[in-house]
């Protein structure tokens, strides 16, 4: 058995080794090495060689014959060979030789072809570059020109688009490196530009301003024509009132408003041949650095850094353009450049408020009014409070008012100025009163006090057109003939209606009701009566060298003024067109100023009266130790009464009351200067001639009072004016001594009006008198008993005297 899993085993190995590659037959050898039957293998091995040499043999005994027939055709072959191989290397060498050329020619070919590739490998990859040099070459141009925000986002699309795709080249590296460093000078070169920006727009504000207040007021004037038209074809409204009153008041002189009020800032007026349409302030200002600056700061992440640099700049800019100049107040220049300065700051930021989003907010601009108001408002109170001119009062409320209006235009809020516009016309009623003071001195210092001479009825027509006169009866005297008052009359009523119309100027696109209008104007006029008149009239009256005659004719004038206070009234109701008879109107209070006056100048006449009588009477020389009266009255007296007669004849144009009453006063004051006369203490003595003569003068006096030199009065009622002193006269020259005594006190005593003290008092000069008179003649029996009987009646007086005071 074991011998034939051998001999199998052997068989196997042989099948392998014969069928395997040589270089695996290692691990088939081994394992017969390996095995017990090495030599049995080995004669198996050789055997199986033999049968494969048999094997050969027989093969090529088999094919001999044709491997013979091969090697014969084979030497046969090497012949043509060697023949072929002549002409192959014959050819060949004719190939090399006309091969050389194309081989210099392929070679120039390679060399194309690698120039070609380095070509295209240039074009690729500066096709790559080229967007970054060309981006490059734009950022600078961009830069050059001042375009940052193009420059900006150029620098962007360079960083994050351009530079990645150019691959990582030194000018690549060096760009990169330099991109932080553009976009901070970007952002410096843009901040400097605002800040240029930022001076310039403070420089041209007054421009910006004057070019909006311009706008404003073609608007305004626009608005004004479109509303006269109805007006006209209505023919009514307040505006065409006051058109019609200062085609009154063209026609007279001497008005305190110059020729230089202009009623109403006129844009027009000042630029006649100017048509071309007022440019809008965004067309005066290139905002383009703002908006640069904005979106460059907005881009690079820093725009609340920008918003609040640029507010705070404005803020500063603010407080310097409401820093009024010190002599602003001197001219309307003034106060025309500071608004303008105003104006410009805020329609700058009224433009960057609804042109950017968020650079400043509502609120801001709101805070930033706020507090240019109240500076506004604050430097026109102190500066217009040095201001001594109606004319440029009217003229910056007129510009005020402009001010208002454009800065409303742009939605800011204004009623505080119109609250000081309000305020303001207190200071221009002041203003007015002080001119009008002097118009009212000047006119009451010229005017001649005379009745005014019509020779014609053209003048006198010229007259009653500026003064209402009410006097049927003067109409009917023929020409020539006299007005009774003097011209300051239509003078000062001319004046009055001047006055009312320059409140109505001031009053004008106040935005006040036409009531508010006339109760201003209304206050403003009894201002203007009450006290300004008042006092020139009283002025007036109380000066040191005004006549009697000119005192008669401020009372005649003062009544005809009075009289014309009604026409003011419905002069004032014209032109506001509110009814004079409105319950809420406020009443003028003329008629009560002209009574004051009027009563005045009556005083003054009686005070004049007096006076010039006591001139009269320091010319009085008695000799009041006379024996005897002269029989005739005293040189003085006769010029007195003579004085008197021809003063009252010049009092037949006052009212009668007027006139009877200071020819009552002046007799009345004659009566007691005389009594004062004889009770002087410097007359220590009267003697009884001396009574006869001043008793002489009484008389002339009554019979001056008894001729009536004032028509009115009753019976002898002048004539009481001296019953004082008549009643005393008869008492010492009748020696009626008993009947006084024995009738004093009763209501039918015959010398009711003797006071004792006054009778004591000259008793006492008469018995000095008498004692004097008698040092020598003592011895007389009949002076003796005169000198008895006065002793006996002073005696009597006095216990008279002391019973009644008991």
Not at 642 to 661: E, I, M, W, Y
Request: charged share 25%; proline share 3%.
């Amino acid at each position: 058995m074991a011998s034939v899993e051998t001999a199998a085993e052997h068989e196997r190995i042989l099948r392998e080794i014969e069928s395997t590659d040589t270089n695996c037959i290692g691990p088939t050898l081994r394992s017969v090495y390996d095995g017990q039957a090495h030599g049995l293998f080995m004669e198996k091995l050789d055997g199986r060689i033999r049968n494969h040499d048999r094997e050969i043999e027989k093969m090529c005994n088999h094919h001999f014959q044709g491997f013979v027939d091969s090697i014969t055709e084979l030497l046969k072959v090497r012949a043509e060979a060697q023949k072929l191989k002549s002409q192959v290397t014959e050819t060949n060498a004719k190939l090399q030789e006309d091969g050389k050329q194309m081989v210099g020619t392929m070679e120039e070919l390679k060399q194309c072809r690698v120039q070609q590739m380095n070509i295209a490998t240039t074009i690729e990859k500066l096709t790559r570059c080229l967007p970054v040099l060309q981006m490059y070459s734009k950022l600078q141009e961009q830069m050059k020109a001042k375009r940052y925000y193009p420059a900006l986002r150029t620098l962007e699309q360079l960083e994050q688009n351009c530079l990645p795709q150019a691959g990582e080249y030194r000018f690549c590296t060096i760009m990169a490196e330099n991109i932080h460093c553009l976009r901070e000078r970007i952002r410096d070169e843009s901040m400097s530009d605002l800040k240029d920006f930022l001076e310039s727009i403070r420089k041209h504000s007054d421009k910006i301003g004057e070019t909006a207040m311009k706008q404003a007021q073609q608007q305004r004037s626009m608005n004004s024509a479109g509303m006269q038209q109805p007006q006209q074809r209505g023919g009514s409204g307040r505006r065409a009132r006051k058109e019609m009153a200062i085609t009154e008041l063209e026609g007279q002189s001497g008005s305190p408003l110059s020729e230089q009020d202009s009623g109403i800032l006129d844009v027009e007026d000042e630029e006649e041949d100017e048509e071309d349409e007022v440019p809008g302030a965004q067309e005066l200002v290139d905002f383009s650095p703002v908006y640069r600056c904005l979106h460059i700061y907005t881009v690079l992440g820093a725009r609340d850094t920008f918003e609040n640099y640029y507010r705070k700049q404005r803020r500063k800019q603010a407080r310097l353009v409401l820093q009024p100049h010190s002599n602003m107040h001197e001219t309307l220049d003034g106060y025309r450049r500071y608004f303008n300065q105003i104006v410009g700051f805020f329609v700058v930021e009224d433009h960057v408020l609804h042109t950017t989003q968020g650079l400043v907010n509502r609120a801001y601009v709101e805070e930033l009014w706020e507090m240019a108001l109240s500076k506004t408002i604050a430097a026109l109170r102190t500066h217009s409070s040095y201001c001594t001119d109606p004319d440029l009062v009217l003229d910056l409320k007129n510009l005020i008012v402009l001010f208002a209006d454009t800065l409303q235009g742009y939605g800011f809020t204004v009623n505080q100025l119109f609250d000081m516009l309000l305020e303001m016309r207190e200071q221009y009623g002041e203003i007015l009163l002080k001119r009008w003071a002097l118009t009212f001195r000047q006119i009451l210092d010229q005017d001649n006090y005379s009745p005014i001479p019509v020779a014609s009825p053209e003048e006198y027509h010229s007259i009653t057109s500026h003064f209402p006169v009410q006097d049927p009866e003067l109409d009917k005297i023929p020409f020539p003939k006299k007005l009774p008052f003097s011209e300051f009359v239509p003078k000062v009523y001319c004046q009055l209606k001047e006055f009312i119309y320059a409140c109505l100027k001031y009053s004008e696109d106040l935005h006040l009701s036409s009531t508010e209008v006339d109760d201003m104007i209304r206050k403003s006029t009894n201002l203007l009566l009450t006290r300004t008149l008042s006092n020139c009239l009283q002025y007036a009256i109380k000066k040191k060298n005004v006549g009697l005659a000119e005192l008669v004719q401020i009372i005649i004038n003062t009544s005809h003024l009075e009289q014309s206070c009604q026409n003011l009234e419905e002069f004032i109701s014209y032109i506001t067109n509110v009814p004079h008879d409105n319950m809420n109107a406020t009443k003028l209070y003329g008629t009560s100023t002209f009574k004051d006056a009027r009563h005045a100048a009556e005083e003054e006449i009686y005070t004049k009266l007096n006076q010039k009588i006591d001139q009269f009477l320091q010319l009085a020389d008695y000799d009041w130790m006379a024996a005897q009266g002269a029989g005739q009255a005293s040189d003085y007296l006769s010029d007195l009464i003579a004085f008197l007669c021809s003063t009252f004849a010049v009092f037949t144009h006052l009212p009668g009351k007027v006139a009877q009453t200071a020819c009552m006063s002046a007799c009345k004051h004659l009566s007691t200067s005389l009594l004062q006369l004889l009770l002087e203490a410097d007359v220590r003595q009267v003697s009884m001639g001396a009574l006869q003569q001043f008793n002489v003068d009484v008389k002339e006096c009554e019979r001056f009072a008894r001729a009536g030199p004032v028509p009115g009065f009753q019976g002898d009622t002048l004539l009481l004016a001296f019953i004082d002193l008549r009643q005393l006269l008869d008492l010492f020259t009748q020696w009626d001594w008993s009947t006084y005594l024995a009738d004093y006190g009763r209501p039918t005593c015959k010398y009711l009006r003797v006071n004792p003290h006054t009778a004591l008092a000259l008793l006492e000069k008469m018995k000095d008198t008498s004692r004097k008179n008698n040092m020598f003649s003592q011895f007389r029996k009949n002076e003796r008993d005169k000198q008895k009987l006065i002793d006996t009646v002073v005696k009597q007086l006095r216990n008279l005297i002391s019973s009644h005071q008991s």
